[in-house]
């Protein structure tokens, strides 16, 4: 038995609905099941009687549901008093950050930063938003700029900070490179490259809804996981993809980004997130700083 099966079994057991659970902790249904049965078997007692219609806990599932609350309680009141006194002892911050903020927000917030802070140390790991609000909750990580979720973790602060503008990439002679932008409607019958719903489901979601919103159909040709590959698979002239702004500083031969126009509610979502009712003076400074710099970091996103 371990910590995180039984945040998985306390998610499940006050929601009494594996989609809802799993989606407050940024994970898939059958994930979460597969935990919550790992539990089960460690303690040699079934906890849950789920149906295809509903879920249920069984006498064992509502006694463990209160001691398990009680010990993730203490388990995240130990690892904050920790965490704060190795924040005092040594000036380090750990920072995560999805693709395009490690590429645009990120650099420049950090140079600000690095002005005021000299004596901080700053790890930074780039990685999906559903691997970054594990790593949050866990303690791995301090700060995490991320995509927010429409059912945001309760155990977690987020801060909005502006919408990412909208581009699309396309091969550098593609007929759409030479304007100045473009609509979903001159994107018509074009071959689109989409992300990997499950594993950046804003940016797949956006390039539907513009479609959808457009009466179109999107002509989807490849689907790839990592912005990087879509960029490379754009220079390759395998078809065109709608990307955050930031991903125009991604090393890419024989790529245009050209703006596409679209409104603020069709666009990529950008929030710094932390652990709620922490103190952290090295990450409080950081989030200072990101307030009083935010309508410059937007004017570039």
């Not at 960029?231 to 980004?257: C, D, E, F, Q």
């Not at 596409?260 to 509610?265: E, F, Q, V």
């Given at each position: 038995m371990d910590l995180h099966q039984l945040r998985c079994f306390v998610a499940a057991a006050e929601d009494l609905h594996f989609g809802r659970a799993a989606q407050r902790l940024e994970m898939l249904p059958s994930a979460l099941g597969r935990f919550i049965r790992l539990l089960e078997e460690d303690l040699g007692t079934r906890l849950m009687i789920r149906t295809t219609r509903s879920v249920a806990l069984t006498d064992d599932g509502a006694a463990l549901l209160k001691e398990a609350r009680a010990l993730l309680s203490q388990a995240e009141a130990l690892a904050a008093k920790f965490r704060t006194r190795g924040r005092n002892q040594a000036a380090t911050i750990r920072v995560g950050a999805i693709d395009s903020a490690a590429a645009g927000l990120v650099p420049m917030l950090l140079h600000d930063f690095r002005e005021q802070r000299p004596d901080v140390t700053v790890q930074l790991a780039e990685d999906k938003t559903i691997r970054l609000i594990p790593r949050l909750l866990s303690g791995r990580i301090?700060?995490?700029?991320?995509?927010?979720?429409?059912?945001?973790?309760?155990?977690?602060?987020?801060?909005?900070?502006?919408?990412?503008?909208?581009?699309?990439?396309?091969?550098?002679?593609?007929?759409?490179?030479?304007?100045?932008?473009?609509?979903?409607?001159?994107?018509?019958?074009?071959?689109?490259?989409?992300?990997?719903?499950?594993?950046?489901?804003?940016?797949?979601?956006?390039?539907?809804?513009?479609?959808?919103?457009?009466?179109?159909?999107?002509?989807?040709?490849?689907?790839?996981?990592?912005?990087?590959?879509?960029?490379?698979?754009?220079?390759?002239?395998?078809?065109?993809?709608?990307?955050?702004?930031?991903?125009?500083?991604?090393?890419?031969?024989?790529?245009?980004?050209?703006?596409?126009?679209?409104?603020?509610?069709?666009?990529?979502?950008?929030?710094?997130?932390?652990?709620?009712?922490?103190?952290?003076?090295?990450?409080?400074?950081?989030?200072?700083?990101?307030r009083a710099h935010l309508s410059r970091y937007e004017r570039d996103a």
């Open positions: 301090d700060l995490a700029f991320v995509r927010p979720s429409e059912t945001p973790d309760k155990r977690l602060e987020f801060m909005f900070l502006f919408h990412e503008t909208a581009v699309v990439a396309v091969p550098d002679h593609h007929p759409l490179a030479a304007k100045k932008r473009v609509t979903i409607a001159d994107l018509a019958n074009q071959p689109l490259i989409v992300p990997e719903r499950r594993s950046r489901p804003h940016s797949h979601d956006l390039t539907m809804k513009l479609f959808a919103e457009a009466g179109l159909e999107a002509r989807i040709v490849q689907i790839a996981d990592e912005k990087q590959t879509i960029v490379n698979l754009v220079s390759a002239k395998l078809g065109v993809a709608i990307v955050p702004k930031w991903t125009s500083r991604m090393a890419a031969r024989g790529v245009r980004y050209v703006r596409l126009a679209t409104s603020n509610l069709n666009k990529l979502p950008l929030a710094a997130a932390w652990t709620r009712g922490t103190r952290d003076p090295v990450r409080d400074d950081m989030l200072k700083m990101l």
